[in-house]
């Protein structure tokens, strides 16, 4: 019985390291760009979420309808005055300046707000559980898991049933024959931008009910996006859900033969996965 | 006849090498122009220097008399500019039916076509419409590029090489499509190196050789020597 336990909380793990991995490979998939500052900006949208809770007094879920629009604004803001001068064949300048952006961003949140850790106040959904008979499950992981879901067929829906998903395809395909219909790739890339730091500031809120965050751990949550939408197959939303859940059940499972083994057994399943699969579980066929 | 567009003096460099040296020409309203020439004559950049995808001086491009020379590709397709590229360029992502929606998404005026209308067309494209663009026939590839630029109900057509690479009967059935484009309002220029069909739907011939135009005349009265010596030069 044990071991469905670890399997369903290694699952529901899956969904928090999912939804940091979501953003990255929106941004991946559309603009081939690889945002280092992807960990920065989740703990950006969480310390956003952190002042919004703690000085109007509002639940959490509520603050993340103001904050979303907020961090989409920023994510337009960044990929049209920064990021769209980055973009082109030579794949080093977006690295370098998303660096850049994330030291920057680690140090503006240690000035303004030190390097106590906090936690975004959830009230006593942060304890709550339900017993499904054989196991019994955290109410916060699986509201994290059904989120994760949520969020990609949401993206899903957008890509694939919108004009505006169709435009982000196209141009991700092909910006110069997309500018030749009408179609701006700059404005494009920024609502691309955009709508990733809304998926950014819902891997935030969760990310800062479930656990504490201090302005220093960015990067640790950008390997665990990193690792998820390499499994999955880079640009591959469905896929970046199960890199998610692999590396998650491997981490519980880790942890439970070895409580010393948990993060290394996420890393040495990203491994196996890249070596049976080196374009991940289920790469896109035009990459 | 009013002059829908015009270039004047259009030069085009790539790097250090310079593609057109002071073009001059003219389309206008209703009518459809041929421009040939062999291979690195400057035909296929002539169009995408109107098209915006490389940038001039303004007024070395006009539409309807206002420059356009330096505006951007999306901008000057919003201004009813459309283009069928060389090599057809559908989006490997999209199925039929989307590339051909994304032609007319960003330009949403009245007018002819439909997709209705561009299935009418090319009946084929109806029953191909969920593949994917790219799992078409090159020749039912070249028939979504036209459907997709025609989308945008636009004013000005232009069609690059659209014969390239396509068996001879192949490029019949798609030159047969040209008398109901020209119908439906739209002007043309067609860039081709398939003199023939180029002659037979164009009203006026432009020849380019070097990055220059050599000659130039109505389709119906120009000789095929003056082509041909304004195609290879004096020499051939």
Redesign the interface.
Known sequence: MIWIDTLVQGILLGGLYALFAAGLSLMFGIMRLVNLAHGDLIVLAAYLLLVLVTMTGMHPFVAVLIAAPVMFAIGWGLQRVVLNRTLGKDILPPLLVTFGLSVVLQNALLEGFTADSRRIPAGPLETASLDLGVVTVGVMPLLTFLTAVGVIIGLNQIFYRT?LG??F??T???P?????????PGRVFAVATGLAMVVVTIAALYLGMRSNFDPSIGPARLIYAFEAVIIGGLGSLWGTLAGGVIIGVAQTFGAAINPEWQILAGHIAFVVVLLIRPRGLFP???D | MSILLQTIGLTAQYGDFRALFGVDIELNAGETVAIIGANGAGKSTLLRSI???LVNAPEQVLHRGTPIGAL???QV??RGI??V?EGR?L????TVE?NL???G???RVAGPWTLEAVYDLFPILRERRLNPG?ALSGGQQQMVAIG?ALM?NPEILLCDEISLGLAPVVIRDIYAAMPRIKASGASVIIVEQDIGQALRVADRVYCMMEGRVTLTGAAATISREAIHTAYFGDAA
Do not use: C, H, W, Y
């Open positions: 004009a169709r435009a395809r196209a991700s395909d092909d110069v024959t997309a500018s030749l219909m009408g179609i701006n896109r066929a035009n | 098209t915006g995808v951007p590709a999306d397709m919003a459309a283009m590229p360029k989006f490997p992502s999209l989307e929606l994304i032609g998404q960003m330009r790219t997709r945008s």
